[in-house]
């Protein structure tokens, strides 16, 4: 079998290579009678692919060492769950799930409305662009990281799966960060086609719900491995400016601003050539992350590590930015209308868009650094957390602060609604006497949290006090996920600044007061299985003499690891969420426990979920539905 999936990877490649061929031909000849062979060429490529993929997926379901890459990343004692979602736990793995992913959904788009309605040479030059990327694919799979590597003979049993990604988050984090990457080809390569022709419908509203479906997955993506990291890695934080952190956040950033900005061009005509740029520039940034991941260019906790694809990626790279650079300057797109002035509600979207695009730069650079400084220096310097913490910050309240007054803006210039406006800033300037008056000290946390009381408030009030946002569910989608973001940045602004942690080695019945709960250690428990043997620690907290709950905090130490692992455990609560980390125990019965407190922290995870599923009604049914027309107040 393991031939047999290697030779569909092959016929994959040719056939990308051959169909890639064909519709350049018919570009540069002017003609589109052979949209029909483009169309099944890639049908089936999508069906070949599934194939092989079926092939890797059954090897690690019936565990067949013979597989090197199963071998390396399961063993016979890993849960089937597990097993299974191992598929994208390597490198190799994870390239295959995100090049079937990209033919799945270039399998869908031909059968769509928008698509059957565009012009024969755009479709040609669409499926050209599309082939690029899928032929791109392919010779990575077939050459730099082939899943598809026999082991002869094939060992007894695997090394087994990172016990860092035998959780929930990890499972879903990777294939959704996967589906956001993937989404991007569709409307980057129909922005190109369109661009190229003149096509007379809007690429944007045919690539619509590609773009805000890619940025849901994206979102979602982030706000896990965010979770994951909180959860798993046992240090009490969601986010370090580790660099594969930094990787997913870059083109989330672009995204966004995409998004914004396509909303100007919806509502104004503005801005056509600049949505062009940003939404091949975001597909462009996800090969970026992919190449900051698997070059080993820089060191990260949970990179991938040098594979050989490095070079060949930063090639695609390269290429990409120069042919988007090229069909920008040659491409036969309208011009948009000018635009408004800086006060009205486009003026503030794209102060948002260049901000959004502003970080992305730095925390770019800054990801870079150790690359850049060697140039001139022996010894490169990385960045740590405070450098990102002291630039971002401020810059992330800004849009926060955008976000406030923007939705009181008319489309073309001034102010639509003064009494919003004026609500929204004093709960703002309320927020912040109360947040002194309670002790609150931290300027930029302060700053955070009546920002993001102030966006709440403004949400509510757009849409109780317009009834044409209420009809529209396009509009509950964009209000609701700026409600979610409200509810991340209260999370963030507090959590991160007010986290509070100790460390005590505590005896059976002793005891440790932190943060008004008392931690009584009740002693531990040591268990074994084939996969792992674990040492569980059990803490009873109490506050003011009630049980608020209990933690059982983990040290394990896997089958095939040398290394122990920590499991933190939690007591849940919207407010001040207690954390505990097992460090390890000694023979006479103590425990050293790190305990933590997070005010808040679970908003973020609430609001990152609400901003997923709102998402969902920015979606429209069909393109162009008159109900999803701006009305008559939204074009003031």
């Known amino acids: 079998m393991i031939l047999v999936a290697y030779w569909s990877l092959l016929f994959c490649l040719l056939l990308s290579l051959f169909a890639g061929a064909a519709a350049a031909y018919q570009a540069w000849q002017g003609r589109g009678e052979g949209l029909v062979v483009l169309e099944y060429a890639h049908h089936a490529v999508a069906a070949v692919l599934t194939i092989a993929s079926a092939i890797l997926f059954a090897a690690f379901v019936g565990k067949d060492f013979s597989f090197k890459y199963v071998a390396e990343y399961s063993n016979s004692v890993l849960p089937l769950f597990y097993s299974v979602t191992a598929f994208w736990a390597g490198q190799e793995g994870s390239l295959l799930f995100w090049a079937w992913?990209?033919?799945?959904?270039?399998?869908?788009?031909?059968?769509?409305?928008?698509?059957?309605?565009?012009?024969?040479?755009?479709?040609?030059?669409?499926?050209?662009?599309?082939?690029?990327?899928?032929?791109?694919?392919?010779?990575?799979?077939?050459?730099?990281?082939?899943?598809?590597?026999?082991?002869?003979?094939?060992?007894?049993?695997?090394?087994?799966?990172?016990?860092?990604?035998?959780?929930?988050?990890?499972?879903?984090h990777p294939p959704l960060l996967f589906l956001g990457y993937g989404g991007f080809t569709i409307p980057a390569c129909l922005a190109l086609a369109a661009w190229l022709t003149g096509?007379?419908?809007?690429?944007?509203?045919?690539?619509?719900?590609?773009?805000?479906?890619?940025?849901?997955?994206?979102?979602?993506?982030?706000?896990?491995?965010?979770?994951?990291?909180?959860?798993?890695?046992?240090?009490?934080?969601y986010w370090a400016w580790d660099p594969v952190e930094n990787a997913s956040l870059i083109p989330w950033l672009s995204a966004t601003a995409f998004l914004h900005t396509a909303l100007i061009e919806e509502r104004r005509g503005a801005l056509r050539r600049t949505n062009v740029v940003l939404v091949t520039v975001t597909l462009v940034l996800c090969y970026f992350a992919t190449y900051l991941v698997r070059s080993g260019v820089v060191q990260s906790l949970h990179a991938f590590g040098a594979g050989g694809i490095g070079g060949p990626l930063l090639a695609f790279i390269a290429s990409g930015l120069i042919m988007t650079a090229l069909v920008v300057a040659v491409g036969r797109g309208e011009m948009g209308r000018e635009l408004s002035g800086l006060y009205s509600r486009p003026g503030f979207l794209v102060l948002t868009?260049?901000?959004?695009?502003?970080?992305?730069?730095?925390?770019?650079?800054?990801?870079?650094?150790?690359?850049?400084?060697?140039?001139?220096?022996?010894?490169?310097?990385?960045?740590?957390?405070?450098?990102?913490?002291?630039?971002?910050?401020?810059?992330?309240?800004?849009?926060?602060?955008?976000?406030?007054?923007?939705?009181?803006?008319q489309w073309?210039?001034?102010?639509?609604d003064r009494r919003g406006l004026a609500i929204a800033v004093g709960v703002f300037v309320a927020a912040i006497v109360?947040?002194?008056?309670?002790?609150m000290t931290k300027p930029l946390a302060m700053a955070g949290t009546g920002l993001a009381a102030a966006c709440l408030a403004g949400v509510v009030l757009v849409v109780a006090l317009d009834a044409s946002v209420r009809r529209r569910r396009p509009s509950w989608g964009a209000w609701g996920v700026h409600f979610g973001l409200g509810l991340v940045v209260l999370g963030v602004a507090v959590s991160g600044p007010y986290q509070f942690s100790r460390e005590a080695v505590l005896q059976p019945g002793d005891s440790m007061d932190m943060g008004g709960y008392t931690m009584i250690y009740e002693?531990?428990?040591?268990?074994?299985?084939?996969?792992?043997?674990?040492?569980?620690?059990?803490?009873?907290?109490?506050?003011?003499?009630?049980?608020?709950?209990?933690?059982?905090?983990?040290?394990?130490?896997?089958?095939?690891?040398?290394?122990?692992?920590?499991?933190?455990?939690?007591?849940?609560?919207?407010?001040?969420?207690?954390?505990?980390?097992?460090?390890?125990?000694?023979?006479?019965?103590?425990?050293?426990?790190?305990?933590?407190?997070?005010?808040?922290?679970?908003?973020?995870?609430?609001?990152?979920?609400?901003?997923?599923?709102?998402?969902?009604?920015?979606?429209?049914?069909?393109?162009?539905?008159?109900?999803?027309?701006?009305?008559?107040r939204e074009q003031m």
Not at 382 to 409: K, S
Not at 434 to 439: D, N, P, Q, R, T
Request: hydrophobic share 50%.
């Open 101 to 172: 992913t990209v033919a799945l959904m270039g399998s869908v788009f031909p059968l769509t409305k928008n698509y059957r309605e565009l012009a024969g040479q755009t479709r040609v030059l669409y499926w050209l662009f599309f082939f690029l990327v899928q032929g791109f694919f392919m010779l990575a799979l077939t050459n730099w990281n082939n899943p598809f590597i026999e082991f002869s003979p094939a060992p007894a049993d695997g090394r087994g799966l990172n016990p860092l990604l035998q959780n929930p988050g990890m499972i879903f």
């Open 199 to 237: 096509e007379r419908r809007s690429w944007l509203d045919m690539g619509r719900n590609w773009s805000i479906l890619s940025w849901i997955f994206l979102t979602a993506g982030i706000v896990l491995g965010a979770w994951w990291s909180y959860m798993e890695l046992g240090w009490g934080g």
């Open 353 to 409: 868009a260049w901000l959004l695009l502003a970080i992305g730069g730095v925390i770019l650079m800054g990801t870079m650094w150790p690359v850049i400084s060697s140039l001139w220096s022996s010894q490169p310097i990385g960045l740590d957390a405070h450098f990102y913490n002291r630039v971002t910050l401020p810059l992330f309240l800004g849009i926060a602060a955008l976000l406030l007054v923007c939705p009181w803006l």
């Open 412 to 416: 073309r210039e001034g102010l639509r």
């Open 434 to 439: 109360a947040l002194a008056l309670g002790g």
């Open 523 to 632: 002693g531990f428990e040591e268990r074994s299985s084939e996969a792992m043997i674990l040492v569980e620690a059990k803490v009873r907290v109490e506050q003011g003499g009630e049980l608020v709950g209990m933690l059982m905090p983990q040290r394990r130490l896997y089958q095939s690891f040398d290394q122990p692992f920590a499991e933190v455990s939690t007591v849940f609560s919207l407010g001040t969420e207690v954390y505990a980390t097992l460090l390890g125990v000694t023979q006479q019965g103590a425990a050293s426990l790190k305990f933590s407190l997070h005010p808040l922290v679970n908003w973020i995870w609430i609001g990152g979920t609400l901003m997923c599923l709102a998402g969902f009604l920015a979606l429209r049914s069909r393109s162009g539905r008159p109900d999803d027309a701006p009305t008559q």
